[in-house]
């Protein structure tokens, strides 16, 4: 049996390993800056290694890339099969299940998968002027007010309860990432001389203020 003392250490060990992958992404970029001043700030990583590597290490690199990619797309898709097929099909809907049904309900989740990253990355090409890396960030942004204040209420507020955590996170990240379909594809941006839509990051630091409020107190009601 895991004992508390020993998970609290592989969850630290987890947390430092993140933080200093952290500069792995961040010198590539400062270090094409330095070298190649001229290079496209999304080409930093590539640019690097088509100017300053041998061919054949640059076949590696892009074998390497190709490799790490396939592996987190299995290691992403296996996991949501197995976290749906165990703790929502068996658990929720079909606990009588055998495991050839699992494993046939598992096999349909990961092709629902399959479709709704592609149905994402055809979404994503259509957000015209902005980075992957962007979107990406933007997406995490809008998620952050609801994980954040689940967060600190379980650090410094005792009474949270399980329910409001659970309804805090589903509603909230339901709302912030609705708010951040409309801003990322519906409204417009360019072009319309009635309409000034605001700076990325003002839009962000506008809307977290109001909605990580409205979460507190709502978490806070549920839990009362």
């Known amino acids: 049996m895991l004992k508390p003392a020993t998970g609290t250490v592989r969850v630290n060990l987890i947390g430092w ?4 992958a952290l500069p792995l992404f961040i010198l590539p970029g400062i270090l094409c800056f330095v070298l190649f001043p001229a290079a496209q700030p999304d080409e930093a990583y590539m640019t690097m290694v088509t100017q300053l590597l041998p061919t054949g290490v ?5 074998c390497v890339l190709i490799a790490v990619l396939v592996a987190t797309i299995g290691s ?9 097929t165990n703790d929502i099909y068996v658990k929720k809907m079909n606990p009588e299940a055998s495991v050839k049904k699992q494993i046939q309900v598992g096999r349909i989740v990961v092709v629902a998968g399959c479709v709704i990253a592609v149905l994402m990355a055809i979404a994503l090409d259509n957000v015209k002027g902005q980075s992957l890396f962007y979107i990406f960030q933007s ?14 209420l379980a650090v410094f507020w005792k009474r949270l309860t399980r329910l409001a955590v659970n309804f805090t996170l589903s509603w909230g990240s339901v709302f912030s990432l609705t708010v951040g379909l409309i801003y990322l594809w519906i409204l417009p941006k360019d072009g319309n001389p009635y309409f000034t839509w605001p700076h990325p990051y003002d839009f962000l630091l506008h809307f977290r203020h109001p909605v990580c409020a409205g979460y507190r107190h709502i978490a806070i009601g549920q839990s009362a």
């Open 17 to 20: 390993l993140k933080v200093l």
């Open 76 to 84: 992403s898709l296996n996991a949501l099969s197995t976290v749906f």
């Open 58 to 62: 640059i076949g590696l690199v892009i």
């Open 139 to 152: 997406i995490l942004g809008f998620l952050a007010p609801s994980l954040s204040v689940v967060f600190l």
